[in-house]
């Protein structure tokens, strides 16, 4: 008998004590746990989904910064102050072939002139194969008896003939008369005529240029 009593006490307590593991181990599950590490052993962690972080953000770029725009216009968020691009630094642009304005003009001739002749040419067979555009500015400086022929030439067809393209009377006392031609020919005259020959005719004028 005591021997059947010694083996129950056994199978008893054996029972209990895998009784008592299940439970303790079952007490564990849903549990929580803090791991605490030191800084020298930080705990990696992975942000999921949107996080906020506040204070200072410092960044370290170790290669050259490569931006890439897929699409125009970029939209930026709102702005408490005004944005601020650093560029550290530029390099150096060289231009080869600097392309300069065509809009120029240039005063070819101008002058204050007195004769008393029949004829005083103001430009004769003036080459302006280098300009578009010519503008002439003519005045007397008195009474005027006199009158402006402007003629375009072809140098290199039938020996440089003439052709009249504009007369115009010169405007008395000081009164600026601006006429405007464009060139098909190669060469430009303008003769001045006295309507009063052996009386003194005194005319002012500027001959303009626009370059092509």
Not at 7 to 20: D, K, N, Q, R, Y
């Amino acid at each position: 008998m005591d021997s059947r009593r010694t083996i129950v006490a056994a199978v008893v307590a054996l029972g209990m004590f895998s009784f008592g593991m299940g439970v303790t181990e079952a007490a564990v599950v849903g549990v929580p746990v803090t791991v605490v590490n030191g800084p020298s052993q930080p705990v990696p962690v992975v942000s999921q989904g949107t996080t906020s972080v506040s204070g200072a953000v410092a960044a370290t770029q170790s290669g050259p910064w490569a931006v890439s725009v897929a699409s125009m216009p970029i939209a930026l968020a709102a702005q408490s102050g005004p944005w601020t691009v650093s560029v550290a630094s530029m390099p150096n642009v060289n231009i080869a072939n600097a392309i300069q304005s065509g809009d120029r003009t240039d005063v070819i001739k101008s002058g204050r002139v007195t004769f008393s002749d029949r004829l005083s040419p103001l430009a004769a067979l003036q080459d302006l194969t280098q300009y578009k555009t010519v503008r002439l500015i003519i005045t007397s400086t008195g009474s005027s008896s006199m009158e402006a022929r402007v003629y375009e030439v072809d140098a290199g067809v039938g020996g440089a003939t003439p052709i009249l393209i504009d007369a115009f009377a010169v405007p008395a006392n000081l009164t600026g008369s601006i006429h405007y031609y464009d060139l098909p020919g190669s060469h430009f005259s303008v003769d001045i005529l006295n309507n009063s020959p052996g009386v003194d005719q005194t005319y002012q004028y500027f001959l303009l240029g626009r370059r092509n």
